[in-house]
C-alpha cells in the first residue's frame, strides 16, 4: 500500500497486516492486524514480533526502493 507523497503506508502477505507510523495524530505508531483473525481491531506486535519485524523490513525495502524510484519503475 502507498500512502501520499511516494511513502510506504502499509504492506500485509496472507495473514498480517503492518501499518507504518504515518505522523498523523491518531494513528502515529507502527500497528501490526490480523486480516485472518480480529478484521483488523488489535495490535499484534507484541504477540508476533516476529512478523512484525519481518513486515517491518519488508516496508523498509519497498521505501527505499520506492525512494530509488519513484514512479514505480527501474
Do not use: C, N
Not at 510506504?8 to 501499518?19: E, I, S, T
Not at 478484521?39 to 516496508?59: N, S, V
Amino acid at each position: 500500500y502507498f500512502g501520499g507523497a511516494a511513502q510506504v503506508a502499509a504492506v500485509r502477505d496472507a495473514r498480517f497486516k503492518y501499518l507504518l507510523d504515518s505522523g498523523d495524530r491518531g494513528r502515529s505508531r507502527p500497528h501490526l492486524t490480523s486480516i485472518v483473525e480480529d478484521t483488523e481491531a488489535h495490535d499484534l506486535r507484541m504477540r508476533h514480533p516476529e512478523d512484525a519485524q519481518r513486515l517491518a523490513a519488508e516496508a523498509a525495502r519497498l521505501q527505499a526502493q520506492l525512494g530509488a524510484h519513484p514512479r514505480g519503475w527501474q
